[in-house]
């Protein structure tokens, strides 16, 4: 399996504080079955922000330690970039990393509401070529009371990953239920860990897959782990069919289902 978002590169961001630590955590992803992470430190406006050189180097100078500690796990450079208005100025001027050099950028929406901006921001990316992908959208308390933006966006191309925390109850009801929603109407198209320390339930993408497989069946689950790898070589994912949310037996979840 490839988890194409954690926090494992050592002392960069909230994340591993050290290389001690990140080997840990190298040695727990091995031991649940991924061969492949994706380094995805924050690229924050106010806070940790590396440029894809700076990142690339970090990465490798981390894989020599993971290689010399004889741990079987490939690790490639991205970030998990915070969404501000000009982020599309930002990535146009070569400042933000990508997901493992491709033009997947994994983006963070602050969890406490959508900004106005987010979809000028999508269409900026989409314009120049670039397919963002939403972490966690799950989390955020907007989308949990309207899972339809995901409908909107995903129509128009925004990808989403899911925490495996989230599918677990790690991050609450409302995420876990957001979630579910997620994947039951076909709106996300990875799962990932998003691990910041080790040791954490949410780590292990083996029994996220699985509560994955008990909320939406089998098919769903090869489909993310297929995307991420097409995700690493920079291919077109599966095509998927998402369908808009509608809360069960309320007339306000039909008018909300037309709305979009
Ligand atoms: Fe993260």
């Not at 981390?62 to 010399?68: A, D, K, P």
């Not at 909107?152 to 990808?159: E, I, P, S």
């Not at 109407?185 to 339930?201: P, V």
């Not at 780590?203 to 909320?215: K, P, Q, S, W």
Request: proline share 6%; aromatic share 6%.
């Amino acid at each position: 399996m490839i988890d194409i978002h954690s926090h494992i590169l050592p002392g960069i961001d909230d994340g591993a504080r050290d290389v001690a630590e990140g080997l840990e955590m190298a040695r727990e992803l091995v031991n649940w079955g991924v061969k492949k992470v994706i380094a995805t430190p924050h690229f924050l406006e106010n806070g940790p922000r590396l440029t894809p050189e700076e990142t690339r180097e970090k990465v490798g100078e981390f894989q020599e330690r993971i290689v010399s500690e004889k741990i079987n796990l490939e690790v490639l450079p991205g970030a998990e970039v915070f969404i501000t208005a000009d982020l599309g100025k930002k990535v146009d001027n070569g400042e933000v990393p990508t997901l493992n050099g491709t033009r997947y950028i994994l983006l963070e929406l602050p969890l406490e509401k959508v900004p106005a901006f987010a979809e000028h921001v999508f269409f900026d990316l989409k314009v120049m070529g670039y397919i963002p992908v939403l972490a966690h959208p799950e989390r955020n308390i907007g989308i949990q009371k309207n899972p339809n933006f995901l409908y909107r966006w995903t129509k128009y191309g925004v990808r989403v990953q899911i925490n495996s925390g989230s599918i677990m109850g790690v991050f609450g009801r409302k995420a876990r239920k957001t979630a579910k929603i997620i994947l039951r109407n076909r709106l996300g198209h990875f799962l990932a860990t998003d691990a910041h320390s080790r040791g954490k339930k949410g780590n292990c993408l083996v029994r996220g897959m699985e509560a994955v497989r008990r909320t939406a069946g089998k098919p769903l689950t090869r489909e993310f782990k297929e995307n991420s790898r097409m995700l690493v070589e920079n291919r077109e994912l599966l095509p998927s069919e998402p369908t808009p949310f509608v809360p069960s037996g309320k007339l306000t979840g039909l008018i909300l289902g037309k709305k979009f």
